[in-house]
């Protein structure tokens, strides 16, 4: 497998567009206190990266879903698993996505946030899968626009592994299925 694999955006490029998308936030959210709002769990180390990077006062909340089910994709299908503790009314709220491929689960997520009154809220997104789109949403701040491959790395999982690659390797599932330790060797730092 690991000969199948193929780097994407090494550890170099994502933190270089990380420092990018926070000072374009840092800029555009200047005095305004925003929350930061990750879905749990993929988001979580772009969300801690982007906030290290920012040089503006900023809060961060959780919310975590299921909308795969265990599937490589989504079936449409949201729930709620764990909901924000903060309360968003009034506020400004930067949903923090990991990838965006449908739009689906976004379009529920910025609906059901939208409902709760937030003075303004906004997407930011690692990775934009636009070829697959079929909800319209709307995404401000952008990482990297993402071919139509099935990506792990950098809080993206294949079954709850490689979430701590540092880059974002492209892959085959099916090769994952029948060796789920073949990305092992990308986890070790090079010396």
């Not at 990380?18 to 993929?42: F, H, M, N």
């Amino acid at each position: 497998m690991e000969e199948g694999a193929r780097v994407l955006y090494t550890e170099d490029a994502i933190q270089q567009r990380v420092g990018e998308l926070a000072a374009e936030i840092s800029r555009d959210y200047a005095g305004r206190d925003p929350i930061l709002v990750s879905v749990l769990k993929g988001a979580a180390w772009f969300l801690a990266d982007l906030m290290k990077a920012t040089t503006i006062t900023c809060r961060m909340d959780f919310m975590a879903i299921s909308s795969y089910g265990g599937a490589e994709e989504s079936m449409g299908v949201v729930r709620i698993l764990q909901d924000l503790e903060l309360d968003i009314g009034g506020h400004h709220v930067i949903l923090v996505e990991d990838i965006v491929d449908t739009g689906l689960t976004l379009s529920y997520l910025l609906s059901t946030l939208s409902s709760r009154e937030p003075a303004s809220i906004s997407v930011c997104a690692l990775l934009d899968k636009s070829v697959r789109r079929i909800a319209p949403v709307e995404i401000r701040y952008r990482g990297f626009d993402c071919p139509d491959r099935f990506v792990v790395g950098y809080g993206l999982d294949y079954a709850e592994r490689y979430r701590n690659l540092r880059c974002i390797l492209e892959v085959d599932p099916q090769e994952l299925e029948e060796d789920p330790l073949a990305l092992v060797p990308h986890l070790r730092r090079p010396s």
